[in-house]
């Protein structure tokens, strides 16, 4: 009808939440937040002139030194309790493009997506190991380890699968987690490689992998990209793009 105003994308859209930031800004403390620890303080979050935008994350060359970024504000929490009382929740997606380059073979330590616990020790000394304490659904690789895996983590409850898509590679690699409410007050986390999902190796038959854990206790969830020097050596990873959606709950306002 004439004279009427049609609802512009941004209240059509209104059931979600959306970030997607290609970095061709960074200001440190504002939407993001850059930090990092270890023997060597020369640790670097960068804005370099680079086609499209980017954040350049260096951990110098120190064993151990970490460096994350991540957003500042814990903005996100999944789970059927949220959906009930018309929180937003209902559905988390995360999705980045990054590429790494490591000074020596496998010993990056790296992590993107959704974690209570962007900070020293997301990743145990040595990139070793994961941090067994943390609300977190995010895709990560280990010192040593060329093989991408999903983890799904409720405090000490922890679902660790590795996946069947390496992690080695001199081009750009799109990482995707999508964490969706199912019955049983649960959540369901998968995860793409490029568009593939990742599939689960263990099985007779590879099928996607499918975690489902209790959102009973879970924490509210930054999100962003951490990498850890598993050695004394310098580990780079250039980040393109990250992009954040949340569905709110299904109850009218």
Not at 69 to 97: D, F, M
Not at 136 to 164: C, E, H
Not at 167 to 176: E, G, K, T
Not at 199 to 223: C, E, N, Q, V, Y
Request: with cysteine.
């Amino acid at each position: 009808m004439m004279g009427l105003l049609e609802s512009g994308p941004f209240l059509r859209e209104r059931r979600g939440s959306y970030v997607f930031d290609d970095f061709h800004s960074f200001t440190n403390a504002q939407l993001w937040t850059s930090g990092g620890t270890g023997g060597n303080t020369a640790f670097s979050v960068t804005n370099p002139d680079a086609t499209n935008g980017q954040l350049l994350c260096n951990t110098n060359a120190a064993a151990d030194n970490e460096v994350w970024i991540t957003s500042t504000r814990k903005n996100w929490l999944g789970g059927q309790t949220l959906v009930a009382t018309n929180q937003a929740g209902g559905v988390l997606v995360y999705e980045t493009r990054i590429n790494y380059t490591e000074a020596n073979t496998n010993v990056a330590g790296i992590f993107v997506g959704f974690s209570s616990a962007f900070a020293t020790g997301l990743l145990a000394a040595g990139a070793g190991s994961l941090k067994t304490n943390m609300s977190a659904f995010g895709v990560y690789k280990l010192s040593g380890s060329t093989t991408w895996g999903l983890i799904s983590s409720n405090g000490t409850t922890q679902l660790i699968t590795l996946s069947d898509k390496s992690s080695v590679s001199s081009n750009d690699q799109i990482l995707r987690v999508e964490v969706r409410t199912v019955p049983g007050s649960q959540v369901e986390v998968s995860a793409w490689l490029d568009d593939l999902p990742l599939l689960d190796p263990s099985m007779p038959f590879p099928r996607p992998i499918k975690h489902r854990i209790s959102d009973t206790g879970l924490l509210k969830m930054a999100s962003g990209v951490y990498v850890q020097a598993g050695d004394a050596n310098a580990q780079t990873l250039n980040i393109d793009y990250i992009g954040l959606e949340n569905l709110r709950g299904y109850t009218t306002p």
